[in-house]
């Protein structure tokens, strides 16, 4: 079983199913990811002009809809990174680091570096329209420098 913290599982027959997928793409390495974050209410309170206000209350303010991508922070970068063999796909790293045990900017940035060394087909879920816009937004903030061009893609 396959779970990112807080959203899904994934049985390892979908692991499979996926891995076989990407059969057919060129790349050695494939990376399947998923972001999981938190509001950032430091950035919410400054867009609210609620600076020096209780957590709560900018929380509050910011109401029970989802909020837009720059008031997010990175919690977590779940992935699994497989490598194509002779035999077929082998995983080779599974794992969700999270804000508990790595700063923010530490996550981005290993995310990242990782990306750079393996040269991997991305392949996640809601990327394109969550998780690779919140990651370029909080790469900004944190001053990482997020260069994927390389990839076909830049984020």
Same mark, same amino acid.
Request: with cysteine; proline share 7%; glycine share 6%.
């Given at each position: 079983m396959f779970a990112f913290p807080g959203r899904f599982h994934l049985p390892d027959?979908?692991?499979?199913?996926?891995?076989?997928?990407?059969?057919?793409? =060129?790349?050695?390495?494939?990376?399947?990811?998923? =972001? /999981?974050?938190? !509001?950032?209410?430091?950035?919410?309170?400054?867009?609210?002009?609620?600076?020096?206000? !209780?957590? /709560? /209350?900018?929380?509050?303010?910011? #109401?029970? #809809?989802? !909020?837009?991508? !720059?008031?997010?922070k990175v919690a977590s970068i779940g992935a699994l990174v497989a490598e194509r063999q002779p035999e077929g796909w082998q995983v080779q790293a599974l794992g969700a680091p999270h804000i508990g045990q790595r700063t923010e900017t530490d996550l981005i940035r290993s995310f990242i570096d990782r990306i750079g060394e393996l040269h991997p087909q991305l392949i996640t879920f809601n990327g394109h329209s969550f998780d690779l816009p919140v990651l370029r937004y909080r790469g900004g903030h944190q001053r990482v420098f997020i260069e994927m061009g390389h990839f076909g893609a830049q984020l």
């Open positions: 027959y979908q692991v499979s199913e996926l891995l076989t997928a990407a059969c057919h793409m =060129l790349e050695q390495h494939v990376i399947v990811w998923d =972001l /999981e974050t938190v !509001p950032d209410l430091q950035a919410a309170a400054r867009m609210l002009g609620m600076q020096g206000v !209780p957590d /709560e /209350e900018v929380r509050a303010a910011l #109401g029970s #809809g989802f !909020p837009r991508h !720059p008031l997010h």
